[in-house]
């Protein structure tokens, strides 16, 4: 499974780090590690504390879950106030919905089904799509008139809370943690240069934050066009829709999406079509 080539693969994961790295070196790519990302608890719960007291008092209809980490952070809040056992049996009198099988997972684990479940690439528009139909059905979820909440992972997803609002609905975020730079950025400054110099073949990313946080150390030094100049001509390979949308609104296109939003078809797929694509890119460049 030699891929890569030896291809420097640029990687901005931080909590999988170690595993992105070792798959990178399977297929043959020489990894260059930069993690861009920690995830920090709220130092203010008190918009996850409110939720809690308004589920109890039956002030919902329904609950998004948009992530498996997040459900489980929420979880852990709500027990420092309430006794899970309320919590568990306030959900379980509304409609649960869960963005994919990762909220589904920890759901699970306390005793709660989801009423409906995202397919994939779970983003906000199969998300949307999934509840139009479900309201057209006459046991299904409503959404005119319905109060929601939902559980946010970090950046709040506008689109999401624009497309229930315009559905009819009166819509409650629930943040729970958020995502800061890493505190040691001179991976991500050194990958900055590199990007710039041109000296990454390939860049994986896996998830929207770290394009918002390599292209703000990118503008804090003064080489974001040189960062964007030199992904034109870098592999750029994006886990799925939520991603390559971060991106596209940063001026990069990405160059390929794995066919299952998972971490191992990424590296596996971007590895098979690596070696053409970067043939290609400088091509154009050099063209241009």
């Known amino acids: 499974m030699s891929g890569f080539e030896g291809m420097r693969v640029l990687a901005l994961e931080s909590r999988r780090a170690a ?13 260059v ?13 008190t918009e996850a504390l409110a939720f809690a007291k308004k589920l109890f008092a039956s002030e919902f209809d329904a609950v998004i879950f948009l ?5 489980r952070a929420l979880l852990a809040v709500v027990e420092s106030a309430h006794k899970r056992e309320d919590y568990v049996a306030a959900l379980q009198r509304v409609k649960i919905i869960a963005r994919g099988p990762k909220p589904v997972a920890a759901l699970r684990e306390i005793g709660v089904t989801p009423a409906l479940t995202v397919p994939e690439p779970n983003t906000w528009r199969e998300l949307l799509h ?8 006459s046991t299904g979820i409503r959404l005119r008139g319905a109060r ?8 709040s997803n506008q689109e999401l809370i ?45 998830t929207s934050v770290q394009a918002a946080h390599l292209f703000q150390i990118a503008a804090e030094m003064h080489l ?22 971060e991106l596209l609104r940063r001026g990069i296109t990405r160059d390929l999406e794995p066919s299952h939003p998972k971490m191992g078809f990424l590296v596996k797929e971007a590895a098979e079509r690596a070696a053409d694509l970067v043939q290609q890119k400088r091509e154009r460049k050099a063209s241009a």
């Open 19 to 31: 595993e992105l790295s070792k798959l990178i070196s399977t297929y043959g790519g020489e990894p």
């Open 148 to 155: 929601f909440a939902v559980q946010e992972y970090g950046v």
């Open 224 to 245: 974001e066009e040189a960062v964007r100049s030199g992904l034109q001509r870098t592999v750029v390979a994006s886990i799925g829709p939520t991603t390559s949308e």
């Open 33 to 45: 590690v930069a993690p861009s990302m920690r995830e920090v608890p709220l130092e203010s719960n």
């Open 67 to 71: 992530t498996g980490v997040g459900s």
């Open 130 to 137: 999934a509840l139009d139909e479900s309201a057209n059905s």
């Open 162 to 206: 624009a497309g229930l609002t315009e559905r009819g609905a009166q819509v409650t975020r629930v943040p729970v943690y958020q995502w800061a730079l890493p505190e040691d950025l001179a991976p991500l400054r050194a990958a900055v240069r590199s990007l710039a110099d041109g000296k990454i073949d390939v860049v994986l990313f896996t």
